[in-house]
C-alpha cells in the first residue's frame, strides 16, 4: 500500500465544470495510460484532499462555478501533499483573470478547443516534475 505522503504519478485530477468536456480529456488521457478521477466541484475535490492520495497533475477549468479558480488553486497549494503538484488551467478564453492565476499559482494554460496531441504532451512534460 502507497505511503500516503506519495503522489500518484501516472494520475491526473480533472476539476471540470463541464461534464463533456472532462470525459474527453477523460478519455484522451486513459487512451495513454493514466488514472484519472474527475470532480465536478470545489467541495468535491475538498473531501478528496483527505481521502486521496495526490495525482500527478491537476487540470481546472479556468471559470469553476461556484468559487473562484484563483483562490481555490490557492486552497490546493495550502495542502502540504498537494502544493508542489502541477496544475495546468484550461479555459475558452484567455483573459486577465487567466494571466493573474499564471502569474501567482497554476503552471500552463490550455486554450479550449485544443489539439489531443497538445494536451497529452502538457500532461507529459508537467508530469515530469512529480518523478
Known amino acids: 500500500m502507497p505511503h500516503p505522503h506519495q503522489v500518484l504519478r501516472s494520475s491526473v485530477l480533472i ?3 463541464d461534464e463533456f468536456s472532462a470525459s474527453l480529456v477523460e478519455y484522451l ?4 495510460g493514466y488514472q484519472v478521477a474527475t470532480a465536478y466541484s470545489a467541495a468535491h475535490i475538498k473531501r478528496l484532499f483527505e481521502v486521496m492520495l495526490p495525482p500527478g497533475l491537476i487540470f481546472i477549468h479556468a471559470k469553476l ?4 479558480t ?3 488553486i490557492d486552497v490546493i497549494r495550502q495542502q502540504e501533499k498537494w502544493k508542489h503538484l502541477p496544475i495546468i488551467v484550461i479555459g475558452d478564453e484567455k483573459d486577465s483573470t487567466v494571466d493573474e492565476i499564471l502569474e501567482t499559482s497554476a503552471d500552463d ?6 489539439f489531443p496531441d497538445e494536451l497529452i504532451r502538457q500532461v507529459q512534460t508537467h508530469a515530469k516534475r512529480t518523478h
Open 70 to 72: 484563483h483562490e481555490f
Open 65 to 68: 462555478v461556484y468559487t473562484n
Open 109 to 114: 494554460f490550455i486554450l479550449k478547443p485544443y
Open 15 to 17: 476539476i471540470e465544470n
Open 29 to 32: 488521457l486513459h487512451r495513454e
